[in-house]
């Protein structure tokens, strides 16, 4: 009778709470007990339900860019998921931010809190189709990665907006290789909502020209997920094209690939950004309030090119621990305007030390670094900074069901 009643509380409060969490999809759930197994002792006879919290917190040390230190306690990554299999077929699967705004957006009529709300079908081991909202599926391992193990994200993921109301279909030829396609909106707002009324294209003479939207403001991927070498050699190549803009373009191309032996995982990443209209909005935060009182508000740059290079180690050295190191180099330029050609380079360097005091669970007690360096060029006119954190914390990926 406890049992039922306790699996009941488990059930009520999981249904009652706004699903969230995680970014891609390479979230794996592991061989990790629930918590209605642990208290329970409730087997599961199915995989229709099943429910994760993805909760991170630390504690923080931070020098600014003005070079003052200060601290903190944050609630880094606290997220809902619900997913299951439905059948041998059909499948779902339900990711909420429990701290993120909820009012939904004006193209999508998705909240920015909810990432994934999809449903999936399996027509055969070769062929899947899905659809709702999704992450996109670009390539990359780090865009691919569980957010809550991500110290910090290198700038072009960190301001890309990339879960997104779409389709896409899967085909494996062979059970190691997989190609993907996907047709997805290009945003999750209309197009004033995202870059203001009467917005401006800043063009290669210096002249400002009226952006109108696109009547198809779309986005189109193409991805390949190949495993080599019994899983040893992973990759996760993507090219992709989008449009808010009528006339402006952006793409995309990633390239992805991972080394995974038994105690070391290391991958690196290629992102690089095209854009006929500056989507990740870098250069234009950075760069248009310089020339802002000559062509009015709403100004966005035309012709940005951004870089990513981005490296990480996660070595297993001992049981129970893991050592992680992370890189990252990423160039912006605005390339038609001779002033802001390779304006900036930044730099990122992390490391951390986690340990997993409980075998069962997958909680990780954490100290870690994250040092980012900006430099900028004579031309630009803007000022070189660097900044400094240091944490301590854990992070718990929470199987309640």
Known sequence: MKKTILCSCLLAFTLGASAQDNHGYGAGDGNFKSLAEEVAKLKKHNDMFNVYFNYAASAQVEQGADKEWGTRFAN??????????LTDKLYYRLRHRLNKANNAQSQDNFAKATDIMMVGYKFSDKFKLEAGKMCQIWGGFEFDENPMYIYQYSDMVDNMDNFMAGIVASYKPVPTQEIAVEISDASNNSFSDEYGAGSLAVESDGSARVLRPSKNALTYIVNWNGSFLNDKLQTRWSWGIQTEAKHKYSRMLVLGQKLNLPKVQWY???????????RLKIASSELAPTIVGGVGGNTWFSDVHYN????????????????MLKGMYETASVTKIERFKDYRKSYGYMGSVEYYPVKSQDFRIFLAYVGRKVNFSEQCGLKDYNTNRIELGFMYRIKAY
């Open 76 to 85: 880094k990554q606290l997220r809902l998921e619900i997913k299951g299999n």
């Open 268 to 278: 690196f990443d290629y992102m690089g950004a095209f854009d006929e209209l500056d």
């Open 308 to 323: 990513s290079f981005i490296t990480k180690l996660n070595w297993q050295f001992a049981p129970q621990w893991n050592l």
